[in-house]
């Protein structure tokens, strides 16, 4: 009984070590996009971030500069797929046309959400 408790402890104990890993590691790679820019590489995975609490990702448009925040449990990919492979798949919908969408750039990490998400309205409708 009591090897089962000495292994129950160090099973949390190996989780929260790897969670306080995780966090230091999302949390570092916010600060260098926010702070500086880049580079995008390395930077911790989907799983990992949410591991850390780190819920959502902030993006920028490269054109118009309309920020917006992307929930990433809500992204379809796989768990271990880095964090700087999900630039090239998001484009802005504000200033995009028909045949041109421009890029957007990663800015950060954070545990909730910061940017409100604008309202969507008919334009038949009034405001």
Not at 48 to 77: F, H, M, V
Not at 79 to 102: A, H, M, N, Q, V
């Amino acid at each position: 009984m009591g090897a089962d408790m000495r292994a129950k402890t160090a099973r949390q104990n190996a989780r929260n070590a790897a969670r306080a890993a995780d966090r230091a590691e999302a949390e570092a790679w916010s600060l260098r996009m926010e702070g500086h820019g880049g580079p995008a590489q390395p930077s911790p995975t989907i799983g990992q971030s949410l591991n850390g609490g780190y819920r959502w990702l902030e993006i920028e448009c490269c054109r118009c500069k309309t920020r917006a925040s992307l929930p990433l449990d809500a992204i379809r990919r796989a768990r271990d797929t880095p964090i700087w492979k999900l630039e090239p798949s998001f484009r802005c919908r504000s200033c995009g046309t028909r045949r041109y969408k421009p890029p957007v750039r990663m800015i950060t990490l954070t545990e909730q959400r910061e940017i409100t998400p604008y309202k969507w309205w008919h334009p038949d409708e009034e405001r």
